[in-house]
């Protein structure tokens, strides 16, 4: 079974901090992604990764960046946190994407995090 | 612009009841169609994936349906049990690494 694993299953931080989510997935898959999710706007994708270094905006990448220098772990970075980043963050992963159509999403658990 | 909507936002049945949930989607054009379920606080879990050529899929008392045409989806859960409550999520793939949700059906199964 795939297993993707979230470092923190809830955080709590004050405005300007800098936070690190890590997220880390155990099947080498290729694509990795970061959305957040909110009440009545369902999940939005923030960024997302196709190989190790590389990465790609999402929807709403503003006040965040990522890192992903192993294939297996991808880092999503608030820069200067704020409350309106108070959100569930949610990591997920898939193989490769050239299997069109067939590949479905294994999401982490998802880390809470509430900004002070 | 792809949209997915999922009406109803909120559903309670009694414990026995056959029930559909319901998707909808603006743009045909999808490479597969999905169905998650997600416990409170918790992440995703896969429940379906209809690829684009496919009709319909089927595990266990779960069966989903695909209309491309009409843009609809539904699924179908036989003989629901308590531990079927949970937020269902249907979700689009509509590129390589573009992924669109709706915003979920809650399900509440009463025993």
């Known amino acids: 079974d795939v297993k993707v694993t979230q470092s923190s299953r809830y955080l709590v931080k004050r405005t300007g901090e800098k936070v690190f989510l890590e997220c880390v997935q155990d099947?080498?898959?290729?694509?990795m992604f970061w959305y957040r999710q909110d009440p009545g706007l369902g999940l939005r994708l923030i960024y997302f990764?196709?190989?190790?270094?590389?990465?790609e905006k999402g929807d709403i990448p503003e006040g965040y960046s990522v890192s992903r220098e192993k294939k297996e772990r991808f880092s999503l970075i608030l820069e200067s946190a704020s409350t309106n980043q108070t959100s569930m963050y949610l990591c997920?992963?898939?193989?490769?994407?050239?299997?069109?159509?067939?590949?479905?999403?294994?999401f982490g658990p998802g880390t809470r995090l509430l900004v002070l | 612009k792809q949209e997915v909507t999922q009406i109803p936002a909120a559903l309670s049945v009694p414990e026995g009841e056959n029930l559909v949930l319901n998707c909808s989607f603006t743009d045909s054009a999808i490479y597969n169609l999905q169905w998650f379920r997600q416990d409170p606080g918790k992440g995703l879990t896969s429940l379906l994936l209809i690829q684009s050529s496919q009709r319909e899929q089927t595990s266990g008392r779960l069966n989903a349906s695909l209309d491309k045409s009409s843009g609809r989806s539904t699924l179908y859960i036989a003989a629901s049990q308590p531990g079927d409550s949970a937020t269902y999520l249907c979700?689009?793939?509509?590129?390589?690494?573009?992924?669109?949700f709706g915003t979920g059906t809650r399900l509440k199964v009463l025993a």
């Open positions: 997920a992963s898939s193989l490769s994407g050239r299997e069109w159509g067939k590949e479905t999403q294994y």
């Open positions: 099947m080498d898959h290729e694509n």
């Open positions: 990764s196709y190989d190790v270094k590389m990465k």
């Open positions: 979700a689009v793939q509509a590129g390589t690494y573009k992924y669109i």
